[in-house]
């Protein structure tokens, strides 16, 4: 009896312990599964584009702007009331005032402020102007008398230096009288708005009886007898191109006509945001088919690249097979090396899309993309937004 209790007490202290050990093990297992798991990362939200086939010995071309040679906001010196506007014959036939699109010429009057009260300033200047004269004339007199009385010595001298003192101030009021009848007229003058170039009205801001203050602005005018193409290039290109060079300017809205045009002007700083340098080439535009605001692309011959050289330093006819092209911003520097330049490219893994970089041997630039000569294939999807915050094998999501 006693053997059989004992046995019972053993079998319940084993079985006591197993599940002990057990319950250990699975919270054993528990906590390492916690601690050993990695966090999960969140995608990368990335844009991407697709790397392109050149060909070599293509020409650049580059997105331009066409502008007014001469654009100028006209604007009043002197307020009152519109008097009188220019005008011109409309489609029907009909004077009218001048609006916008009608040509204007030098020094034509295009607005007139009422001049009343400009006369009536002049009037009141030319009087004053008068007025010190007379006094100038009598201070000058009384000066002669007094100079000879102080020579015989019938006066004191301190009488005399009263004398030539009123003659300074008498020809010191002329003078500023002179000087407020000047400025009477020119205000005068002002009232009248004229052109000060040859080209066409593009805005209209006044209206007869309407009150303007002195700075309003009457018009906008521009000249577009010649126009002037603005577009913007990196700074690997600018030793290519020089004021004085000619450059070939297509119109989009023109079916594509081609313009000459000559390099006016080079920047000499890059903008901030888009660290490219304006380049500005002026077109002569007698007819004025060129509109302000058309959208053009101009045609830069391609410079040779400094990785298409050959040693013996003349340039190579064309670029390796496989070349590409691809937008600028997807080019990073690797994050362990000063030199060389990397790219991200997606790619699927484990049913993931990962960022794997690449190093890639730049050419040329072209337009606001850059030629790689190799390490990315035709096809390929580099990224472009996100390219300096991803990492190689990061996870990522690419968005329209």
């Given amino acids: 009896m006693l053997a059989t209790q004992t046995f019972s007490v053993s079998r319940k202290i084993v079985a006591g312990w197993i599940w002990l050990l057990l319950s250990s093990a699975i919270a054993a297992a528990s906590l390492t599964s ?8 969140a995608a990368i939200p990335v844009c991407v584009s697709t790397a ?11 997105s331009a702007n066409i502008i007014p040679r001469t654009q100028v906001n006209l604007a009043f010196k002197v307020g009152g009331y519109i008097h009188d506007i220019a005008m011109a014959p409309g489609p029907d036939g009909v004077l009218r005032d001048i609006r916008a699109g009608d040509k204007v010429t030098r020094g034509m009057a295009l607005a007139h ?24 004339e009598m201070a000058r007199k009384n000066f002669d008398r007094y100079q000879n009385l102080v020579k015989k010595g ?3 001298k301190s009488d005399f230096d009263r004398a030539q003192e009123g003659l300074d101030v008498s020809s010191s009021r002329v003078d500023v009288a002179g000087s407020q009848l000047e400025q009477a007229g020119i205000q005068l003058n002002d009232c009248t ?15 007869r009886g309407s009150l303007v203050g002195s700075g309003a602005l009457g018009f906008v005018l521009m000249d577009i007898n ?13 030793a290519h191109i020089h004021p004085g060079d000619s450059l070939s300017v297509a119109v989009d809205a023109l079916n594509h006509r081609e313009f000459k045009g000559i390099v006016t002007a080079v920047s000499p700083a890059a903008e901030v945001k888009s660290r490219v340098f304006d380049v500005e080439v002026t077109i002569q535009n007698p007819d004025g088919i060129l509109k302000d605001g058309m959208i053009a692309t101009v045609r830069v011959e391609d410079a040779p690249s400094s990785e298409t050289h050959s040693s013996s330093g003349q340039a190579k006819d064309t670029l390796p097979a496989g070349a590409v092209v691809i937008p600028l911003q997807s080019v990073v520097r690797p994050p362990d090396a000063s030199s060389g330049y990397m790219v ?19 050419g040329n630039v072209a337009g606001r993309n850059i030629i790689v000569l190799n390490g990315v294939s035709p096809g390929e ?6 390219a300096t915050i991803v990492y190689d094998g990061a996870a990522v999501n690419v968005v329209p």
């Fill in 34 to 41: 916690v601690c050993c798991a990695e966090p999960a990362r």
């Fill in 52 to 62: 392109e086939s050149v060909q070599g010995g293509s020409d650049l071309r580059f």
């Fill in 113 to 136: 402020i009422d001049p009343k009260d400009y006369v009536v300033r002049v009037n009141q200047a030319r009087a004053s102007l008068e007025g010190a004269r007379a006094s100038l």
């Fill in 154 to 156: 019938y006066i004191a």
């Fill in 193 to 207: 708005l004229k052109s000060p170039i040859n080209g066409v009205v593009v805005n209209r801001f006044i209206e």
């Fill in 226 to 238: 010649a126009v002037k193409a603005i577009f913007g290039v990196p700074d690997a290109l600018l």
């Fill in 344 to 362: 991200f490219i997606t790619v699927e893994k484990n049913g993931q899309t990962v960022a794997s970089a690449r190093d890639v041997k730049l």
């Fill in 381 to 386: 999807h580099v990224i472009t937004t996100g």
